[in-house]
């Protein structure tokens, strides 16, 4: 276990992306599509016989040369490093990189990638945001359609339906397990530590889904094994770093000082639908209503027929957290703004709550470890 | 420095006090209805054929920065939980809504239905949550697919004209009132008309000396432009307006005594300095001959015209692809480019903006093509378009002086 976690850790942190070189050695004719970060149709590139790889910056392992000057001041890190991947050479593996809506400024780097890298695929999703209307369904099929035209141009082959269900149907297994990680650790958040269940989970982002799927088994053998005792610890839910992605330091701290962390949304893509996409009727218009009607609540995707804010509560009734903990990165404007509605609900509702920054590239953690060793206490013994 | 101040500035005054009375009388009576929209590519046309008057948030909070009165409900937002990092128009409207601040001093109205007409800003779903939470009133998130290449596609605009049929039905259902495609039509032929004489008023700017100033003064019409580009007051607005600028053009006046340098500027400005911002241009007696941020409700210099024979597919074309934010951030080059080549400019300013990263996420790779790849003397200067606490006057002016400096002897290097 400790073996495989380990592995996962080096995935994770490995900025030189030696999994998908070596994909990529093993399919001389395979492609590498990274997309940025949170979610994108996974199985649509898969399907196209190209590894979709999930990129999320390069976090603390990378010094900004470049980057900074492109970005300027009051933007977050994640574009700047992965800018700064561009630009020093990194993303020399990929073949195309896919943006969606999430924000303003992930919108742009799309745009300044394709002015530095015209050699790149690069494309924008646009994922809707009138979830209500019924109107979004077709539009997003098609929006599907125009990316699955592209890459099959880009890999001169077609796409045939049958092999987008058989992509659904291996996501759909993959997200199954993580999602069942999800619930036993909830149930006996001693038994899977915090960062373990992320580096497990977040080195999907790198793998073939298979592999990935023949490592999550794994890792159920090796917790069921595993023997672990309950400790002195709070039921905590974590929010709002669905982007640009803590330092595993921070979230190895927030366990030592005592959270149980029974939610969370870190690397969210992974397990973005609460079920099973359809496999049987048109893969295409599965995928888009399963967009639609079937994702989790992120503060970048936006679906009014249920404000994020009532979910946030419902997700803490049934995690049965006792306090809710936002880990915003630094000039995350979704998670700004969803902040303020998030303490509302939860001030209304009398659950406590604590506000955490952070940014990728953070080494100390003193100040925090004491924000949360004081929030902790106040619960353990009020 | 004296810059020029004629009839159109009194004129726009006047046409904001009425717009902002109707509002105020909206807020007593009940009536007409007001709804809630942003300025992007707006469809405002919609609301004209029902009669329904606008309300703009982003128009109140300039208001507010303009005339000095933004920090108190910036800071009273922040109390409430928004970050510093956080956009402060955001800030300004919702702080003024807690603490009971108009620009004006009179009544704002609850929105009968709060649009959230999505062209490229994020931010505005929030915002617009936001309002609708706070306010405890209806939303309606008209989603505009951001125009990933040159032209939207067919399915974009299907879907686009859906969603405005959509909303037809909401405001009749949440007003009771009925839609008139007569009127709506109407409508559609003011704002065709607005546009073409504001897109010719713009082509004056290519005169040397240009008789307005395409930032500065441009700022200065697009008040009346946004809430009343659908309505017969605004075409006689602009009809005027052009003839006045005709007839400076032809007497050869410029903006200054003697036009030294012609820029471009792009980001918006910092509202609560307007002044003093507009006077670090003017002592160097430079004139903005074309700016982006005027284009944000909408670009028409370029060709675009609402078309009462296709008013909803044109609305759609409009919050597609005619209006800056909807418009990928390599357009927005191109744009400028055209703009510096087309109106003969001598640089290009970039504001980059800490609130808006719509805007401003990326202008150093703006600023990395216009001097690398083109060659343009660009000027990158930050501060903020609401938040006073962002504005170091003494660094930006000399910047700005060591900028046209630097252009004065480049110009001078290349009459030899």
Same mark, same amino acid.
């Given at each position: 276990m400790d073996e495989l976690l380990r592995r996962c850790e080096e995935i994770v942190r490995d900025v030189g992306f030696a999994t998908v070189r070596r994909w990529k050695a093993e399919h001389p004719d395979g492609k590498a599509i990274a997309y940025f970060p949170v979610y994108a149709p996974v199985e649509v590139i898969a399907a196209a016989g190209m590894l979709p790889v999930g990129l999320h910056g390069a976090g603390d392992r990378l010094e900004l040369q470049h980057a900074d000057a492109r970005f300027g001041s009051f933007i977050c890190s994640i574009v700047k490093t992965t800018l700064e991947l561009g630009l020093t050479g990194r993303l020399a593996p990929f073949d195309g990189m896919l943006f969606s809506s999430i924000c303003d400024s992930a919108r742009n780097l799309c745009f300044v990638l394709k002015r530095n890298f015209p050699q790149l695929y690069v494309d924008f999703l646009h994922l809707?945001?009138? $979830? $209500?209307?019924?109107s979004s369904r077709e539009f997003l099929r098609s929006e599907y359609a125009r990316l699955k035209a592209a890459l099959e141009q880009l890999a001169g082959r077609e796409v045939k339906d049958e092999r987008l269900r058989e992509m659904i149907v291996r996501y759909n297994e993959n997200r199954r397990l993580i999602r069942g990680l999800y619930e036993w650790r909830a149930e006996e958040p001693h038994r899977i530590r915090a960062w373990e269940l992320y580096v497990l989970v977040r080195a999907g982002n790198f793998l073939p889904v298979e592999e990935h799927t023949a490592l999550l088994r794994e890792a159920y053998d090796g917790f069921a094994r595993r023997q672990a005792k309950p400790r002195d610890s709070i039921r905590v839910l974590v929010e709002s770093a669905f982007c640009e992605q803590p330092p595993l330091g921070l979230i190895r701290l927030l366990e030592e000082a005592g959270c149980y962390l029974v939610e969370d949304d870190f690397t969210l893509g992974r397990r973005w639908f609460t079920a099973d996409i359809p496999t049987d009727g048109d893969p295409l218009q599965a995928l888009a209503e399963s967009y639609l009607d079937r994702s989790v609540t992120s503060s970048v995707r936006h679906d009014w027929r249920r404000p994020r804010f009532r979910v946030l509560i419902e997700k803490v009734r049934a995690r049965r957290a006792q306090a809710v903990i936002f880990l915003i990165a630094k000039f995350c404007e979704p998670a700004y703004f969803d902040y303020v509605l998030f303490k509302r609900e939860l001030e209304r509702e009398g659950i406590p709550h604590l506000l955490l920054e952070f940014e990728e590239k953070m080494y100390t953690f003193e100040r925090l470890q004491t924000e949360v060793e004081t929030f902790v206490e106040a619960l353990l013994f009020e | 420095m004296t810059e020029y101040r004629g009839w159109i500035h009194q004129r726009q005054k006047e046409l904001m006090r009425q717009w902002y009375a109707r509002l105020d009388e909206s807020a007593r009576t009940g009536w007409p209805p007001a709804i809630c929209l942003m300025?992007?590519?707006? @469809? !405002?046309e919609v609301l004209e054929a029902f009669g329904i008057v606008p309300l703009y948030p982003e128009v109140n909070a300039l208001q507010l920065a303009i005339r000095h009165q933004a920090l108190g409900p910036i800071l009273a937002a922040e109390e409430f939980g928004y970050a510093t990092d956080n956009c402060a128009y955001v800030k300004a409207d919702i702080g003024a809504y807690l603490i009971g601040v108009t620009p004006t001093g009179g009544k704002l109205p609850r929105p009968a239905l709060v649009l @959230?007409?999505? !062209?490229? @800003?994020n931010t505005y779903i929030k915002w617009f949550e936001h309002v609708a939470t706070f306010l405890e009133a209806p939303l309606y998130v008209l989603d505009v697919p951001f125009l990933r290449d040159e032209e939207p596609s067919p399915a974009d605009v299907a879907y686009v004209v859906a969603q405005l049929r959509e909303l037809v039905q909401r405001i009749e259902e949440i007003t009771g009132l009925r839609f008139d495609m007569d009127r709506f039509r109407e409508a559609v032929r003011c704002s065709q008309r607005v546009e073409e004489l504001w897109s010719r008023i713009k082509y004056l700017a290519q005169r040397v000396p240009s008789p307005f100033d395409a930032y500065f003064d441009a700022i200065t019409l697009m008040g009346p432009l946004y809430v009343h580009r659908a309505r017969p007051e605004g075409v006689e607005f602009f009809r005027l307006a052009l003839a006045e600028l005709e007839a400076k053009a032809a007497r050869g006046e410029g903006v200054y005594d003697r036009e030294r340098f012609r820029v471009v500027i792009e980001g918006p400005p910092p509202y609560p300095y307007f002044r003093a911002f507009r006077d670090m241009f003017a002592r160097w007696r430079a004139t903005a001959v074309a700016s982006t941020y005027s284009t944000v409700g909408g670009i028409w210099e370029f060709g675009f015209r609402h078309d009462p024979e296709k008013p909803f597919e044109t609305v759609a074309l409009h919050m597609l692809a005619h209006n800056l934010t909807n418009r990928n951030y390599l357009q927005r080059y191109d744009q400028i480019r055209r703009y510096v080549q087309q109106w003969r400019a001598d640089g290009v300013i970039i504001h980059f903006v800490k609130s808006c990263r719509l805007f401003s996420a990326g202008q150093g790779d703006m600023r990395d093509y216009f001097t690398k790849v083109l060659g343009v003397p660009t000027l990158y200067i930050e501060s903020d378009l609401e938040d006073p606490r962002y504005f170091a006057e003494a660094q930006i002016r000399n910047r700005v002086d060591a900028f046209f400096e630097a252009l004065e002897r480049h110009k001078r290097a290349s009459a030899v």
């Open positions: 809707p945001h009138n $979830a $209500a209307s019924a | 300025i992007s590519g707006n @469809c !405002v @959230c007409n999505f !062209v490229g @800003c």
